[in-house]
């Protein structure tokens, strides 16, 4: 009987957390989720509080925590099921499947590594914790889970790919915060409210509800008081080109002039409508473009007859050889601007191979996932590309998940944000609109325009809070044009960056640390501890 109880307990565990973990990230890949997103995780808390009670050994703890994440992961990173079959490799059908399967669930894993440590760091955080200061455990799970997100943007290995904030974007009021503190405070009061919940089931204390109820009601509050009082500044039109070119035939050298020939078509469609700078996808040309070449030479005519700013994806070189995936600004007057945009954060078994004589011995297979025969060296710098009308930072596919660079974009005097992408590795699935959505929030946690045109979706014209105002939708092709706001103000998330993050840290060793030194300090003056 005791043995039945024990393993019914432990299947009802490992059933909240498998549970909790899709859940949340099924809120996180489908806005319309929002707001389950705030109770996604309440069975998965109540076991780690009542875990934390028990002080569960630090390697059992971490199992739970392992388990959690990865399974959190690998629905996040489902996208990776729609890159099979890998044809524009050349790859067979048994070896593209054990290739994504590889990426899907080794990527997974990799960041559930460390992001599991949180879960036996929280227990030995809170352990000792006295009964009157028990309300402190909602806020650390908060905190820790702020610091696996930021600590996910430090490395290589580390993809942001799945911040909560993504889950609350199609609610305009719950984000406007993060031209506060950034997404990541976002994720805070989610992880916090799910918490609070579990707190209120495990130790009946409805007042944490009530706590927890009036800090959400808050922050959509200002945020809906920032969108009443939100005034527009001067505006110029703009267009995102996307030709649905798909991976196979992008690096197929017989269509190179077919897709000159559609972009050129949008070039002068966009002019028609009153664009004034039009911008292409990631390296919509697929090799090295010279500012001499002949192909250069037809572009300049482009966007000499178009009277527009044309902004081409292409690769370049330095004088030592290095190749960059980067961004070309072709002038209305023909010349091309002295300022290329390179992208600063590659994609590893894309755009380069991390350990690269171990991974072509031992992962051979994955060593021919890389665009190019050889690695890509990332750009140095936000290199902000001056025009007449306005001061333009670029980003280039997944610079733009990861904040700090849209950050130095704007600080180095961006006005408005232009993003190339590909894309076409996800064909339809919900990772479009995923990585869309990053772009939002870079819109809203500097007070930007962004310009994003994507490959085979989706393109989109975002404002300064958010909103999508024109959009071209899933392996579609055609031109989006609108208005966008040129501003050069600062929001108070671009002053401070992630300072948020930062006092998180320091609310977490403050929870451990704090007792220690009081307790040392009543002992030193001779009284009970």
């Not at 997103?37 to 998965?44: D, T």
């Not at 996208?79 to 669930?105: I, N, R, T």
Request: with cysteine; proline share 3%; glycine share 6%.
């Amino acid at each position: 009987m005791i043995d039945f109880i024990k393993n019914h307990k432990k299947i009802s565990t490992a059933v909240a957390i498998a549970s909790s973990a899709v859940l949340m990230g099924l809120c996180v890949m489908f806005t319309q989720l929002a707001l389950l997103q705030w109770i996604a995780v309440v069975p998965a808390a109540v076991c780690l509080l009542r875990l934390a009670d028990k002080g569960v050994k630090f390697g059992k703890a971490y199992l739970y925590g392992l388990a959690f994440f990865w399974t959190y992961y690998v629905v996040v990173f489902h996208w990776f099921a729609y890159m099979h079959p890998l044809d524009f490799l050349e790859m067979g059908h048994a070896e593209s499947l054990a290739v994504v399967c590889l990426a899907w669930f080794g990527l997974s894993f990799l960041q559930a590594v460390f992001s599991a440590l949180a879960v036996p760091l929280f227990i030995v955080t809170v352990k000792g914790v006295k009964e009157k200061y028990r309300c402190l455990l909602p806020l650390v799970a908060a905190a820790f889970w702020v610091i696996i997100e930021y600590s996910l943007t430090l490395t290589w290995a580390g993809v942001p790919w799945s911040r909560l904030a993504l889950g609350q974007i199609d609610v305009p009021f719950a984000v406007q915060s993060v031209s506060l503190f950034g997404s990541y405070f976002i994720t805070f009061l989610i992880v916090w409210i799910n918490f609070l919940v579990a707190y209120t089931l495990v130790y009946k204390r409805k007042a944490a509800l009530s706590v927890g109820a009036c800090v959400l009601a808050l922050n959509f509050l200002v945020g809906a008081l920032m969108l009443a009082t939100y005034t527009e500044g001067e505006k110029i039109t703009v267009a995102a080109a996307q030709g649905n070119v798909s991976s196979a035939e992008k690096w197929d050298k017989h269509s190179r002039q077919k897709t000159l020939e559609t972009y050129e078509k949008f070039v002068y469609e966009a002019s028609a409508l009153g664009a004034k700078i039009v911008l292409t996808p990631e390296s919509v040309l697929p090799y090295k473009l010279s500012k001499t070449g002949f192909i250069s030479a037809e572009l300049s005519e482009n966007a000499d007859a178009a009277d527009v700013y044309l902004l081409i994806g292409a690769f370049s070189t330095d004088d030592n050889y290095n190749l960059y995936n980067s961004i070309f600004a072709f002038e209305p007057d023909g010349n091309i601007n002295e300022t290329i945009y390179s992208k600063r954060r590659l994609v590893p078994f894309g755009e380069f191979l991390p350990f690269e004589p171990i991974v072509k011995v031992l992962l051979a297979p994955l060593a021919e996932v890389n665009a190019v025969a050889s690695n890509f060296t990332p750009g140095r710098g936000s290199n902000i590309i001056a025009t007449d009308y306005a001061k333009l930072g670029c980003l280039i596919c997944f610079d733009s998940i990861y904040e700090t660079l849209t950050l130095e974009s704007v600080r180095d005097g961006a006005e408005i944000i232009m993003i190339s992408t590909n894309d076409s590795w996800f064909s339809d699935s919900a990772a479009l609109s995923m990585h869309n959505n990053q772009a939002r929030l870079r819109a809203i946690e500097n007070c930007r325009s962004v310009v994003r045109s994507a490959n085979t979706g989706i393109s989109s014209i975002i404002t300064p809070t958010g909103e999508i105002v024109k959009s071209i939708g899933a392996l579609k092709k055609g031109v989006a044009v609108a208005e966008v706001e040129i501003r050069n103000n600062k929001t108070l998330y671009t002053c401070i960056g992630n300072l948020f993050v930062f006092i998180c840290y320091a609310f977490v060793l403050g929870v451990k640390i704090v007792p220690k030194i009081k307790i040392a300090f009543n002992r030193k003056c001779g009284r009970e501890p």
